[in-house]
């Protein structure tokens, strides 16, 4: 079997080291460049090149080899809250069995692999004694991500009147208005002071004229 699978990848690991001795065990650490669309798209991620520091344990079993690892690296995404750019340290762990391509669920030998074909779609399979710890590299980073991101758990947001940032001026509020009295208030906001200033000298002569009128 020819294997597709890259051995320069960083992502893609060697398990020929192992053998097929159930119960050898080898310890891996690897810093490699964060994949493309590391992350939860249009919220937060993994920014494509940020380091990415591996801690893997690979374990040789009856069906394939148990990969348990630890990836640590540093997401970049907005604040849902108040739309700030925010950075957080994520730390996603995982365990995955990459099965040898000619074994069956008990470790057997089987005849003609892949003839399942629902059930390959299950498995990670290795290739030529290689796996690519890619995908399941990403389902984890995904799984440890906030689906809504904060800059800080008491982040008070934007002012949902003016868009404010409310962190910046904790008193900031908005005087309420009697929806009875906004129409003169804007009328009023348009006038020229003459104008008022005739309107109140109106008013007052009308003033005035009412109370002759009631002597």
């Known amino acids: 079997m020819n294997a597709r699978l890259d051995h320069r990848n960083p992502l893609v690991f060697d398990t020929h080291e192992l053998g097929r001795r159930p119960g050898a065990l080898q310890r891996l650490t690897r810093t490699v460049d964060a994949p493309r669309d590391l992350g939860i798209q249009g919220v937060v991620g993994v920014p494509e090149g940020t380091p990415v520091e591996l801690e893997l344990r690979l374990e040789s079993v009856m069906e394939g080899v148990l990969v348990t690892g630890t990836a640590r690296a540093r997401a970049e995404g907005e604040c849902v809250r108040c739309l700030e750019p925010l950075q957080l340290d994520v730390e996603a762990d995982f365990q995955e069995l990459f099965s040898y391509p000619d074994a069956d669920?008990?470790?057997?030998?089987?005849?003609?692999?892949?003839?399942?074909?629902?059930?390959?779609?299950?498995?990670?399979?290795?290739?030529?004694?290689?796996?690519?710890?890619?995908?399941?590299?990403?389902?984890?980073?995904?799984?440890?991500?906030?689906?809504?991101?904060?800059?800080?758990?008491?982040?008070?947001?934007?002012?949902?009147?003016c868009g404010e940032q409310l962190a910046d001026d904790p008193d900031h509020h908005h005087d309420a208005v009697d929806i009875r009295w906004a129409a003169l208030q804007g009328l009023a906001g348009t006038m020229s002071d003459?104008?008022?200033?005739?309107?109140?000298?109106?008013?007052?002569?009308?003033a005035r004229v009412d109370e002759k009128q009631e002597k």
């Open 105 to 161: 669920d008990r470790g057997r030998v089987i005849a003609e692999p892949g003839d399942d074909a629902e059930d390959d779609e299950d498995r990670f399979h290795l290739e030529d004694g290689l796996f690519d710890l890619e995908p399941v590299l990403r389902d984890a980073v995904v799984l440890a991500l906030p689906m809504q991101p904060v800059c800080q758990e008491d982040c008070p947001g934007l002012c949902s009147e």
């Open 194 to 206: 003459g104008e008022k200033d005739e309107m109140s000298g109106d008013a007052t002569r009308s």
